[in-house]
Nanobody, 125 residues
Framework: QVQLVESGGGLVQAGGSLRLSCAAS????????MGWFRQAPGKEREFVAS????????YYADSVKGRLTISRDNAKNTMYLQMNSLKPEDTAVYYC??????????????????WGQGTQVTVSS
């Protein structure tokens, strides 16, 4: 089992920045692909970004390319999402996830086995 805990969410003005963290505990997740998803009110949970177990390969949703950066520090069992140039449409609950069956980045929700509880990000206009 892997437990995931997100932190770093909050309220920020449009154009501002936030850095989300996802701390993993339990079984080591250093070989697992990990990712960030988000869910806005009344919408489906959607893919944001994913990173390979080694941290070398990453993949982003088109809506966040160039503004959000995913990274991980396997020595600390922690994944990050640096969010710059935030827009009101980025407002959502952000979830981190781990895919134990995969070491390369994954896009589909169904490929992830462990989820955090989520952290709220609100971007005001």
């Amino acid at each position: 089992q892997v437990q995931l805990v997100e932190s770093g969410g909050g309220l920020v003005q449009a154009g501002g920045s936030l850095r989300l963290s996802c701390a993993a505990s339990g079984r080591t997740a250093s070989n697992y692909a990990m990712g960030w998803f988000r869910q806005a009110p009344g919408k489906e949970r959607e893919f944001v970004a994913s990173i390979s177990g080694s941290g070398v390969s990453t993949y982003y949703a088109d809506s966040v390319k160039g503004r959000l950066t995913i990274s991980r520090d396997n020595a600390k069992n922690t994944m990050y999402l640096q969010m710059n140039s935030l827009k009101p449409e980025d407002t959502a609950v952000y979830y981190c996830a781990a895919a134990q069956r995969w070491s390369y980045y994954r896009v589909k929700r169904s490929e992830y086995d462990y989820w955090g509880q989520g952290t709220q990000v609100t971007v005001s206009s």
